[in-house]
Every structure is written in C-alpha cells, then in structure tokens.
C-alpha cells in the first residue's frame, strides 16, 4: 500500500512557525516518522508541501490517476477558503482525511469552518503532530 501525506501552505515553516501554536517538530522529522510507521507496515508513503493551491490540487489528481491509496493532508489555511480543493477532492475515489495540528475549534472563528471536511472521509484537529500518525495508522489497520 502506498499513501500520500500533503501539507499546505506556511507549513513547510512548521517548527519555526509559532511553536507555541504548531509546537517544535519540523516537517522534516514528520515526514520522517511517517516513513517509519508506514515501513513498520509493509508500505509506504510520500510527502509533499506546497504553499500553491493548484500545485495541491494537481497532486490530488496524480494520487488519484496513480493509485494512492489514501492522502493525509493538511491543507492549513485553505481549508477555510478553498472550494477549488474541496472540489478536487470530491472528484477523486481515493480517500483523504484531513489533519490539523492546532485544534481550530478553540482558536478564531474563521478557523471554525472546514469547506474540506465534508468530502473527507473524516477531521483530526488538536492532537498536535501526533494526528499524522493518527489518520496513517486509520489508514494502515483500517
Ligand atoms: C492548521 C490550522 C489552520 O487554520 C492554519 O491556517 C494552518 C495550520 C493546523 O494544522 O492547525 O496553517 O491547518
């Protein structure tokens, strides 16, 4: 089995953006963990960063087109505004959960809304990096 973990924008900065919200790990070393869980499993995983929208959205299609069986991914701030992704999403068969590391429920309003979530198989938000691993381990034993 073979998955995809997608990060958004500001993400890439993860570790030096505002640790006391997104915390100290680097994308780097989580990219790194996912790789050992997977591997743990027999299967693998590529990750990926964009602070592009349409760059996200081609890798959704090539996901699709080249059989991932599941994307985790973290679409930061587009989750609040981007329709074009949440219809990216909703025209593929592979499934996608979405994965925030701050819990945006307790943070501003704007945050409260996911125009994703409804077209992912379900939302991780607050467990901190850990939701990654979480939303991989749903993938690998599910
Ligand atoms: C985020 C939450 C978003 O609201 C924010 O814009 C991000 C990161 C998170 O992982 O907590 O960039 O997706």
Redesign the pocket.
Known sequence: MNYLCLN????NRLGKREPA??GHTTLRDLESQLKVLAAEFNASIDCKQSNVEGQLIDWIYEAEDTGVDGIIF????Y??TSIALRDAIAGVSVPVIE????N?HK?EEF?HHSYLAPVCVGQI?GLGTFGYSAALRMFLEG
């Open positions: 958004g924008p500001n993400l919200v997104y973290n679409p930061g701030a989750t609040h994965v925030h590391i701050s945006v943070r945050r938000t």
